[in-house]
């Protein structure tokens, strides 16, 4: 299991440190995990499969394919469950604030967004 943790981290593109801190723990553990030297408890893989969308059967045997397959809603209720949490990042903040929007006014945010997408796709080109 040590060599698919390890591929799940380096799948991220973070850091020993990084992955560490996404599920609560140390960067020293996450050390002993990847080279063998200790075994993740049912909550670590638990929380690696939470928090990286692994498959649980994968991660713990190697069989199958490493990642779920996500549909668009799960995706969705990622994002907010993220944001919900008290994230502090810049589109964990525009999440909220949209979400306290009254229904009478997403209508206009939809447009201020799509013109928004529109500008920044302009500046690309």
């Known amino acids: 299991m040590n060599t698919r943790i390890s591929f799940v981290r380096k ?44 498959d649980r059967i994968w991660l713990e045997t190697g069989a199958g394919e490493p990642f779920k397959p996500v549909d668009r809603d799960e995706q969705i209720a990622a994002i907010l469950g993220r944001a919900i949490a008290g994230n502090t990042t810049a589109r964990d903040r525009l999440i909220r604030a949209f979400s306290q929007l009254p229904d009478e006014m997403f209508e206009q945010a939809e447009k201020i967004l799509e013109e928004i997408v529109e500008n920044l796709q302009k500046e690309k080109e």
């Open 11 to 54: 799948n991220a593109k973070l850091n020993q440190q990084e992955f560490a801190a996404k599920i609560g723990l140390t960067k020293n553990f996450i050390s002993l995990l990847e080279t063998g030297d200790r075994k993740p408890s049912d909550r670590t893989i638990s929380d690696i499969c939470r928090e990286f969308g692994v």
